[in-house]
C-alpha cells in the first residue's frame, strides 16, 4: 500500500451517468511508481472516491525534475469490460439489473462474473417502460444511453474496507459533470 502525500495537482471528474476521470502531477516517488499499475485502484478520501490505473509515466519538467502522471478512469468503467446483447421492453430498472445480474454477478459462464460486484441502491420513482435493441455492445455504453436518454445517474464506488465495487442507479440533483482540481 502507498499513500499521496505530495503532489503538483489532482485533476478528478466526477460525472452523473457516464464514466469519470482522474490524472495526478507528482514528483516521482520510486516507491509509489513500483506499486501503481495498470488496475491499481485509487482511493480520493477528499471527495471519497475510487478509480483505476489506466495509464502512468513519467517525465522530464523544464528544470529536469522527473514528474509522475497518473490516469485513470471512475470505478464505472469495469462496465465496458462485458460484451452483451440485449433486446427486450421493461423498465429502465429492470433492464440495468437484468444487465449487471447477467454479466457481472449471477452470469450463465461464471468466469464472467466479478467477485464482490453487488448492486447496492436502484433508486429512481419514475421508472418508464422502454424497448432496446443492442447487440454486441460492452454494458457501460447500453447503461450510459439509457441513462442519459432519461436523466438517470449511475456509478460503481468501491468500498475499500470490504473490497466490493457496488452500482448505484439513482435520480439526483447532480445532473453534470463535477471536477475537482487542487
Known amino acids: 500500500d502507498g499513500v499521496i502525500t505530495q503532489y503538483n495537482s489532482v485533476k478528478w471528474v466526477r460525472s452523473y451517468n457516464d464514466v469519470g476521470d482522474f490524472e495526478i502531477e507528482m514528483p516521482l516517488d520510486k516507491h509509489l511508481f513500483s506499486i501503481i499499475n495498470t488496475n491499481t485502484v485509487i482511493y480520493n478520501k477528499e471527495v471519497n472516491e475510487a478509480c483505476f490505473v489506466l495509464n502512468k509515466r513519467v517525465l522530464n519538467d523544464n528544470e529536469g ?31 440495468v439489473t437484468s444487465l449487471l445480474n447477467n454479466n457481472f454477478i449471477k452470469a450463465t459462464n461464471t468466469k464472467r462474473n466479478i467477485p464482490n460486484f453487488a448492486i447496492e441502491t436502484v433508486n429512481i420513482t419514475h421508472d418508464p417502460e422502454i424497448s432496446i435493441k443492442y447487440e454486441n455492445v460492452d454494458v457501460l ?17 468501491y468500498d475499500m474496507k470490504n473490497k466490493k465495487f457496488l452500482f448505484k442507479l439513482y435520480k439526483g440533483a447532480e445532473k453534470n459533470t463535477v471536477v475537482f482540481s487542487y
Open 141 to 157: 455504453t447500453i447503461i450510459t444511453e439509457i441513462t442519459q436518454q432519461y436523466n438517470i445517474g449511475f456509478k460503481v464506488t
Open 65 to 95: 525534475n522527473e514528474i509522475f502522471y497518473i490516469t485513470g478512469k471512475s470505478m464505472s468503467h469495469i462496465l465496458s469490460s462485458r460484451i452483451t446483447t440485449y433486446v427486450g421492453t421493461a423498465t429502465i430498472s429492470s433492464i
